[in-house]
């Protein structure tokens, strides 16, 4: 039988250099990132034989590029929400996106599994290569730091998550690892949880996804360190 996956693409659209938008190069880059995702679907398919569809969950641009950006997945669209508001923290929009999942029935339309991706990310063909569509993990892009360390969480007199008012869980190990949560892949064992909001939390989501399931159920895209 034929494995389905829904490829989730949420966040900010034309996005240059953290929160630049609406430039030409970010015009330019997110034709790339696209692309890329284009690319990727059409790999994996081939690759492992699954089925993916997409849904969009984003930021307005303008409408023109926000037509333009729909366009490119016409082909694999099952549904899409273009946000035209200011931005939302990523916990809240994390949120709302998969309340309107829930709310679209999906996770009773057969999939496999929900692979989440930022719209703004270039997909190298490495990941083509590692991307595994396990039944039984569920599997982050990759580990930025532990706890403790300086850039992203802890290692400040606020012990807050780098230079954002995010206080570090105090119950937390802080020899565990701070994830890269752009790109989170959850297959249907997890479904529940997921949707009972319990495994994505920023780059918390492995502390707080240990709180549920075993670490042996947890894996990584690349396992080597990265700044996200």
């Not at 030409?24 to 696209?34: C, N, V």
């Not at 333009?68 to 016409?74: A, N, Q």
């Not at 669209?77 to 990523?90: A, D, M, N, T, V």
Request: aromatic share 12%; proline share 4%.
């Amino acid at each position: 039988m034929t494995k389905k996956m829904l490829m989730v693409i949420i966040g900010e659209t034309y996005r240059h250099c953290r929160h630049t938008r609406g430039t030409k190069e970010s015009y330019r880059l997110q034709k790339l990132a696209t692309q890329s995702h284009l690319d990727f679907i059409d790999s994996v398919s081939n690759r492992i034989g699954m089925e993916i569809d997409v849904c969009l969950y984003v930021y307005s641009m303008n409408q023109d590029w926000d037509n333009e950006f729909v366009e490119s997945y016409r082909h694999k669209l099952k549904f899409s929400k273009i946000l035209y508001r200011p931005r939302l923290g990523e916990s809240v929009i994390q949120s709302r996106c998969l309340s309107a999942i829930k709310d679209k029935n999906t996770e009773q339309q057969d999939y496999d599994s929900i692979l989440f991706i930022r719209p703004d990310l270039f997909l190298k063909d490495y990941f083509k290569e590692v991307f595994v569509a396990s039944d039984d993990k569920i599997t982050f892009a990759h580990v930025n730091e532990i706890l403790s360390s300086n850039k992203h969480c802890g290692g400040n007199k606020a012990n807050t998550l780098g230079d954002l008012p995010i206080p570090i869980p105090t119950d937390a190990d802080p020899g565990l690892p701070a994830v890269s949560h752009q790109i989170f892949y959850v297959p249907k064992k997890f479904f529940n949880l997921l949707f009972e909001k319990k495994l994505w939390h920023e780059h918390f989501s492995y502390y707080e996804s240990t709180k549920h399931i075993n670490k042996d159920e947890i894996s990584f895209f690349v396992d080597t360190f990265h700044s996200s």
